[in-house]
């Protein structure tokens, strides 16, 4: 594809609900990040995939977090049991190479709203 | 981990003024200095880069400078125009951990 696809753009989930945001990376893209974007602050690292694996999920904020790649392309954030807290833009980005040393490209983000 | 501050936290110019931002980290390992732009409601997107074995990058009319040893670098923004508005995040990086961390944001507002 021409860039990192996330879906859905917006959500709003009644508290309690669980969730599900997908990530569709560049093609052939090896590394995978979660960022999350609470309004008026700068993106907060959640966790991160190099193919499908997990390397570092120490940005989750909560075992209500969960995030997987099953096949090294796409990824999909899970939240369980929403709460209000949860509520921000949800920022996945792609990379050529291993980490973030090569540039790295972010979708358009999903915004989620927990009521 | 990164402790990274930008300031100033809003910067307002006049179109064809300068403007110019500045980040400070804390980790003397760092070695990857990017920017990022991101616009009301769009994605970050990379605007300028430096690695640690360079003072000073230029691309237009935006530049970064970098000064390791105070642990600190800037961006620069000449002949601004207003589609310059947006927040600008600086992101250092030790290129010994996979993943940026991000300031907490400079909103740049040029008027016309």
């Known amino acids: 594809g021409a860039g990192v696809s996330q879906s859905p753009r917006y959500k709003v989930a009644k508290r309690g609900q669980d969730v599900a945001l997908r990530c569709d990376p560049i093609?052939?893209?090896?590394?995978l990040f979660w960022y999350q974007q609470a309004l008026g602050q700068g993106p907060e690292f959640l966790t991160y995939?190099?193919?499908?694996?997990?390397?570092?999920k120490s940005g989750l904020p909560s075992d209500r977090f969960f995030a997987e790649r099953p096949e090294g392309s796409v990824s999909t954030l899970k939240i369980q049991r929403t709460q209000q807290e949860d509520s921000a833009v949800y920022l996945c980005?792609?990379?050529?190479?291993?980490?973030?040393?090569?540039?790295?490209?972010f979708g358009q983000g999903t915004r989620l709203t927990v009521v | 981990g990164e402790n990274v501050e930008q300031h100033p936290s809003t910067l307002s110019v006049q179109e064809g003024d300068s403007a110019v931002i500045k980040c400070t980290y804390s980790?003397?390992?760092?070695?990857?200095f990017p920017w990022y732009k991101q616009e009301l409601g769009k994605r970050p997107q990379l605007i300028i880069d430096?690695?640690?074995?360079?003072g000073e990058k230029k691309d237009q009319r935006i530049a970064v400078t970098l000064n390791k040893t105070a642990k600190h670098f800037s961006l620069h923004i000449t002949e601004t125009q207003p589609e310059d508005s947006a927040v600008y995040f600086c992101?250092?990086?030790?290129?010994?951990?996979?993943?940026?961390?991000f300031g907490k944001g400079t909103m740049l507002l040029v008027s016309p």
């Open positions: 980005a792609s990379s050529l190479g291993q980490g973030m040393n090569t540039e790295a490209f």
């Open positions: 093609s052939g893209h090896v590394s």
């Open positions: 995939f190099q193919n499908e694996a997990q390397l570092d």
């Open positions: 980790d003397s390992a760092s070695n990857y």
């Open positions: 430096i690695r640690s074995n360079v």
């Open positions: 992101a250092p990086m030790n290129s010994g951990y996979s993943t940026l961390t």
